[in-house]
């Protein structure tokens, strides 16, 4: 099945076969399911750039896309997620792409018969982010061995921090974690290496900020927004210490001033847009992955091999 | 005009006009407007199945959706439902989709000149559910005539308990009626019959059970929702004493273990997904027949007969 | 640049243009961008009648339309606007339709790079409104040259008395204004002048009545609802007193029985449904000023010329 839940769901294999079809699809190589495919984007929580960029994906692909609004919908008449999936497969959805604010809502999910695409889930997993955080990386640099990656932030609410490090690893890269102490997790740590937040700034390849989960957190940091910005922020003071061919990476929505200067949102080394462009050509693939045959899929690895 | 608002607009004849309509489109056979058309469905309470239901029907004849929340519309500066519906037909729509609180709303748009499908009025009617209902019965016995159907629960606050009854007599079913007495509707009655839940159990060809309204109620049920279950569901026990060959149905969204036990969702009898999946064709069978203009429709019947 | 934000970025030649346009798509003339293009609308108000219009236009060009509620998007975690339209342009998008609460929201994103349609903004600018207004009063007159437009009621919250009364005087009309003294913009009232309401409607060709922004108002009128109707309004004795030939039109949505009475709403001077058919062809027409290449947009004023 073309499930997406983790990253873990993923080999390295299996990986570099979806960044290498974002990068055609970047290069606008077509593909489409071989029989009309319907598919609902089921957002439990806000998003404006995951959303989009997923139904922008479908569209490129051909697939009929069916409205799905949570504040809408039967869950308010206190129906069950599965309950709600399991409509959706009945009146004949191809797959669907949820987002949902509890950690591994998909477990309860394994009795679902069509491809569920995880869009995130609580501060669990967020595959599709880690995806296009690769492909941006691959494009810079062509490879991920021995690459310096920095993760900055709010380690602990983050499913892009424990996504993406992971991964990363996985591939060969060096991951090191920086932040206030406060929001370490340590089994991410365990992971990875603590530097404080200078040294990471200068020795990293790639420096990638996190953001600032305002809406998760339950226990507030003892910091002002301009506080944390000198203490832990990608300062203008720190952006002119990095490596001179380093890149920055946010995954937005980005808290101008506080995780990053506003003035370096744009800047030459910032990759926060083409971020959310590569976006697009990777969920274009995931979709790919979910909706095409297993005999399609198995004589695609033929070719390649 | 296809206007579709309640069961009684359509005579025994044109019913299983849209059955057999329907019958054709889940063997995947087509049918397109002979022009573009365009169309809205106009929720003004929450639903999943009956909106995306629709949704699905719409994509699948070809049909293109002009999307309509109520909750970002200018019925929050206290436009009436007239003005609302008459300035989609003036942008130039081809019919709309309407589930609205108020009973027979649709009383106040007499003056519209584009078809208008009802998916629900209040406490009153839902045509297209009853329908699907009827196709899902006539798939598994083939004909109405004496099939014993038993319709379970919140009778008074159902528009399933209303549509359905009415219907189901008109083509030669027994329909009798169960559950607690607070909620009997004396017209509805009048039309039955009722049994004591076992006995209903026992001898029904269809159990169909109804959704408890717990938004619509004002006065609430002096149970608690096990005592319900023990009193008026269909507990595992009672499933054990029906006739070999009868169906669990069930409008859903489900309360699992109030109505139904969670365990019966899914069992051999329950056709509770099978319903949702007859939805859709029976309303791409509706709105074709809203659609199709008048000599389309009689040269249809001159080949059927 | 395809923009669109106020009728003063239009010359007079521009604007006759679009009305040329928009009359040939009332025609049934096509036109479709020479690849595909997709479009969001993102209306951080209320809206029917526009957002179904441009979604309506959006279609019958073709466009792949990408949904966008405010209300479950990112700038509920305090994303900025900028950083919301430049995510959209990120994502692929190839142009954008925006109604904000905020007067001249539009100047925070002058380096967007994709074309910008004004929707409406604040008590600002609505251009479209005025282009459809535009195209009504010439498919009724064949000219605007010494036309008497009286423009009454809420001048002072109205984007549409001031995108009008500033257009219709360039293109040779003449314009006056009526209504409650406490709502008279000096600068407005500046470039016309003002009639007693009983004067206005007689001398007319065109009645053009502005809704009362009961939304907007902080202060509130001294006058009831029927108080106001008596004073200010259409009531169905001035209307007798209308010249033979001259019309009606509203923004709509209506109060009815306020600025305009109920049974007048349909009546045969009134043009009030008619705007909002003209309002389609007008947006299909100004999104194919946006999305035609600049070679595209000279070669056609080649072959009028």
């Avoid at 709010?154 to 921090?161: E, G, N, Q, T, Y």
């Avoid at 929001?183 to 290496?193: E, K, L, M, T, V």
């Avoid at 990777?282 to 033929?302: D, F, G, I, N, S």
């Amino acid at each position: 099945m073309g499930n997406l839940l983790t990253m873990g769901d993923l080999s390295a294999e299996e990986i570099k076969k979806i960044l290498a079809d974002a990068n055609n699809f970047s290069k606008d190589e077509g593909w489409a399911p071989n029989q009309s495919a319907f598919i609902a984007n089921l957002f439990f929580e806000p998003s404006t750039r995951t959303k989009s960029s997923f139904e922008m994906a479908e569209r490129k692909l051909g697939l009929q896309v069916i409205p799905f609004e949570a504040n809408t919908s039967s869950v308010l008449k206190g129906e069950t997620l599965y309950d709600t999936v399991k409509t959706l497969q009945s009146i004949g959805l191809s797959a669907v792409v949820i987002r949902h604010e509890k950690d591994r809502y998909f477990d309860e999910l394994s009795n679902i018969n069509i491809p569920i695409i995880n869009g995130g889930d609580g501060c669990g997993h967020h595959p599709t982010q880690c995806l296009l955080d690769l492909l941006t990386i691959h494009q810079e640099f062509g490879s991920f061995t021995d690459l310096n990656i920095a993760i900055i932030g709010d380690i602990l609410h983050s499913r892009v921090a424990r996504s993406n490090s992971e991964a990363l690893m996985r591939l060969g890269a060096n991951v090191c974690f920086s932040g206030p102490p406060e929001w370490f997790d340590r089994q991410i740590i365990a992971n990875g290496s603590y530097l404080p937040i200078d040294e990471a700034i200068q020795t990293a390849d790639v420096v990638m900020l996190l953001r600032i989960q305002h809406e998760r957190h339950q226990e507030h940091l003892q910091l002002t927004k301009q506080q944390y910005h000198e203490q832990y922020g990608l300062t203008i003071a720190r952006e002119k210490s990095m490596k001179p061919d380093s890149i920055i990476m946010h995954p937005a929505p980005v808290n101008r001033n506080v995780e990053i200067a506003s003035a370096l949102v744009e800047c030459g080394r910032s990759r926060i847009f083409k971020q959310m462009e590569n976006g697009v050509y990777v969920r274009m693939a995931v979709l790919k992955r979910a909706l095409q045959t297993p005999m399609e899929r198995e004589m695609e690895y033929v070719i390649i091999d």
